[in-house]
Nanobody, 127 residues
Framework: QVQLVESGGGLVQPGGSLRLSCTAS????????IGWFRQAPGKEREGISC?????????WYVGSVRGRFSVTRANSENAVYLQMNSLKAEDTAVYYC???????????????????WGQGTQITVSS
């Protein structure tokens, strides 16, 4: 059974940091592009980061998080991590990881490009 599980969300003050985990089961995440999305209340789900299959290792970030967020893979753990620094109130949202099979360097930024989704984890940035 294919499953993605996010963890690491919570409440953090502006300027703080959090690290989200996305752990895969039922498939080998190395052969999948892993994307991170977020959805704030009343807004559409937006792509914020993608890492291509681990054999290629290309990363993409949306402009609003570039330089503050970074994504890494831990192949031995079948997991991908999203390190989020310098968090702002506008980063408040439910964060999701998603996976789509690929063996090339392409990154995927749209919701409909992904086959598997995690359940989401809430991040609230507030003082």
């Amino acid at each position: 059974q294919v499953q993605l599980v996010e963890s690491g969300g919570g409440l953090v003050q502006p300027g703080g940091s959090l690290r989200l985990s996305c752990t895969a089961s039922g498939f080998t995440s190395n052969d999948y592009a892993i994307g991170w999305f977020r959805q704030a209340p009343g807004k559409e789900r937006e792509g914020i980061s993608c890492t291509s299959s681990s054999s290629v290792g290309v990363n993409w970030y949306v402009g609003s998080v570039r330089g503050r967020f970074s994504v890494t893979r831990a192949n031995s753990e079948n997991a991908v991590y999203l390190q989020m620094n310098s968090l702002k109130a506008e980063d408040t949202a439910v964060y999701y990881c998603a996976a789509t099979f690929t063996l090339n360097s392409r990154v995927f930024t749209r919701v409909n490009e992904y086959d598997y989704w995690g359940q989401g984890t809430q991040i609230t940035v507030s003082s």
